[in-house]
């Protein structure tokens, strides 16, 4: 159950917005073996003045933040990565350098999850694929 927040400057279409988070999506079902249905997801649209950026960048710019129960492998890290930002310039055009990804791993017993039990008692499959 990973959590998505995304933030970009305001001004784009609801199409847009959600190719997005469709490609960010994707990218965990085929990266981190998410299930399909399982989805939380935010998005953040801020005015220029409130999301300054390096330059270079574009108005394009997206910064997306993924929080995730801790014990996946690098490499699928790295899969994860390269998957978002290909799915991410397909639809809805943003170029590579106008993606950045922070993964924020948290252990299984600071996620509270069923109905309140600790992810640590839980089964959660976590088998992704290297």
């Not at 948290?106 to 694929?129: D, F, S």
Request: with cysteine.
């Amino acid at each position: 159950m990973p959590l998505v927040k995304v933030e970009l400057r305001k001004g784009k279409s609801a199409d847009y917005k959600k190719a997005i988070l469709d490609g960010i999506h994707q990218a965990l079902v085929d990266c981190f073996n998410v299930p399909p249905d399982n989805r939380l997801q935010r998005l953040y649209e801020l005015e220029p003045a409130d999301f300054e950026l390096s330059d270079g960048k574009t108005d394009a710019f997206v910064l997306i933040e993924l929080t995730v129960i801790k014990g996946r492998s690098y490499e699928a890290k790295k899969k994860l990565y390269q998957a978002i930002v290909d799915n991410l310039e397909k639809a809805p055009g943003i170029t590579r350098t106008d993606t950045l990804i922070v993964l924020n791993e948290v252990p299984a017993e600071n996620w509270g999850i069923r109905g309140g039990i600790p992810a640590r008692e839980t089964e959660l499959g976590l088998k992704a694929r290297d």
